[in-house]
Each structure stands twice: as C-alpha cells, then as structure tokens.
C-alpha cells in the first residue's frame, strides 16, 4: 500500500532540534533498506515528504507513532495508487 506522508513538525527553533533531525535519519534508514519507505525528501525549511510502501494501515500507523516520538509533527496522510495498476484500472473503464 503506498503511501504519501507529508510532515509539518511543531514551531520550534531550528537548532533545538538538531539531534532529534539526526535521530530521524538513522530511525528512517532502515526502512529504506527494507522497501518500506520508497523515498523520502526534507522539505525547504523543516518537514519532509516520504512515500511509504506498507502491507497495512496498521504498518504506516506504527510508523508514525515513532516518527512523531522522534520529531512532533502534524502528518497529512495521501493514500496513492500504484502507476500500473491506476492505468490497469483505467484500461477497464469504458467511455462515458
């Protein structure tokens, strides 16, 4: 299931929260190396965009819950199809 999550951490000075930025690079790391996250991409400013490929809800949740332990954020959450399977669906579709 893949997923596009965009963060918006709390307003905080940028220098107060240097070691937990750097906590998040080692925490994402491994789920990069996993498959679980495709990308990610820091924002201009503060925040980033990571596109999660997960078996479940269940999985993004969890992963959430300990990106936010690390750096507090307010999360929007896009639920996003797979290229091939957006045209396989598409393909299905008759004209109107």
């Known amino acids: ?14 220098s107060s929260v ?4 750097q906590r ?23 925040g980033a965009a990571v596109l999660f490929d997960v078996a ?3 999985a993004l949740h ?3 819950n300990a990106w936010a332990d690390i750096i507090p954020a307010r999360f929007d959450v896009h639920a996003l199809i797979d290229p091939v399977a957006a045209r396989r669906f598409l393909q299905g579709q008759g004209v109107g």
């Not at 299931?1 to 940028?14: K, T």
């Not at 240097?18 to 930025?21: E, F, G, L, N, V």
């Not at 998040?24 to 503060?46: C, F, M, N």
């Open 24 to 46: 998040y690079w080692t925490w994402i790391q491994p789920l990069i190396d996993a498959g679980e996250v495709r990308s990610v991409h820091a924002k201009v400013g503060r």
């Open 18 to 21: 240097t070691a937990a930025r």
């Open 62 to 64: 969890a992963h959430l």
């Open 1 to 14: 299931m893949l997923f596009l999550v965009i963060s918006e951490p709390r307003p905080e000075p940028p």
């Open 56 to 58: 479940s809800n269940e």
